[in-house]
T-cell receptor
Framework: GAVVSQHPSWVICKSGTSVKIECRSL??????MFWYRQFPKQSLMLMAT?????????EQGVEKDKFLINHASLTLSTLTVTSAHPEDSSFYIC?????????????FGDGTRLSIL | SQELEQSPQSLIVQEGKNLTINCTSS?????LYWYKQKYGEGLIFLMM?????EEKSHEKITAKLDEKKQQSSLHITASQPSHAGIYLC?????????????FGKGTKLTVNP
């Protein structure tokens, strides 16, 4: 149980385009989802916390207008990288929590590798 | 801000050998999660430790939490090539009760057959 699916797994697109990444909890309802960014040989960097039906909470230094997050249902959160540029190229990973109880582990998707030309 | 330092950064062992990975926090630990990541993929949840002195085992992997030292260790016994990957520790942000996690940079494990 606790499977999280992330799509697409790999995206290559031209500079200036917008890219949408989906994160789905397949066998549970996720009250909270998280979006991370990971650079090579670096730790996961939390970008934002997404709660169903409310606005996402962004971490300091993350541009809200650049990284749009929508958590429309208890099983789906989307991250849209708007007007993407080469510096946005990275590995993006989402995670979901089954219940909002302390100690519940985050379950991760397989990540999306984004390359902006 | 809380930081997690993992050591070693990378580790190469011969199949069958035991190994230990450490995760040290700059602040009080209110719990500790261990994950495994294969390059370019997501994280697989391994274990969660919630209180000082706690020790958990799953197959050949054992994790301990030393609250006083603000440290956790992950020990693999009789390593196998399937254990290869990047091991990351994650901890709830300061104050506990937070769903947000801060992660270490990971330890890359290579197991040679």
């Amino acid at each position: 149980g606790a499977v999280v699916s992330q799509h697409p797994s790999w995206v290559i697109c031209k500079s200036g385009t917008s890219v949408k990444i989906e994160c789905r909890s397949l066998d549970f309802q996720a009250t909270t989802m998280f979006w991370y960014r990971q650079f090579p040989k670096q730790s996961l960097m939390l970008m934002a916390t997404s709660n169903e039906g409310s606005k996402a909470t962004y971490e300091q230094g993350v541009e809200k207008d650049k990284f749009l997050i929508n958590h429309a249902s208890l099983t789906l959160s989307t991250l849209t990288v708007t007007s993407a540029h080469p510096e946005d190229s990275s590995f993006y990973i989402c995670s979901a929590i089954r219940d909002s109880i302390w100690g519940e582990p985050q379950h991760f998707g397989d990540g999306t590798r984004l390359s902006i030309l | 801000s809380q930081e997690l330092e993992q050591s070693p950064q990378s580790l190469i062992v011969q199949e069958g050998k035991n190994l230990t990975i450490n995760c040290t926090s700059s602040k009080t630990l209110y719990g500790l999660y261990w994950y495994k990541q294969k390059y370019g993929e997501g994280l697989i949840f391994l274990m969660m430790l919630q209180k000082g002195g706690e020790e958990k085992s799953h197959e050949k992997i054992t994790a301990k939490l030393d609250e006083k030292k603000q440290q956790s260790s992950l020990h693999i016994t009789a390593s196998q090539p399937s254990h290869a990957g990047i091991y990351l520790c994650g901890a709830p942000l300061s104050g506990g009760g937070s769903e947000k996690l801060v992660f270490g940079k990971g330890t890359k494990l290579t197991v040679n057959p």
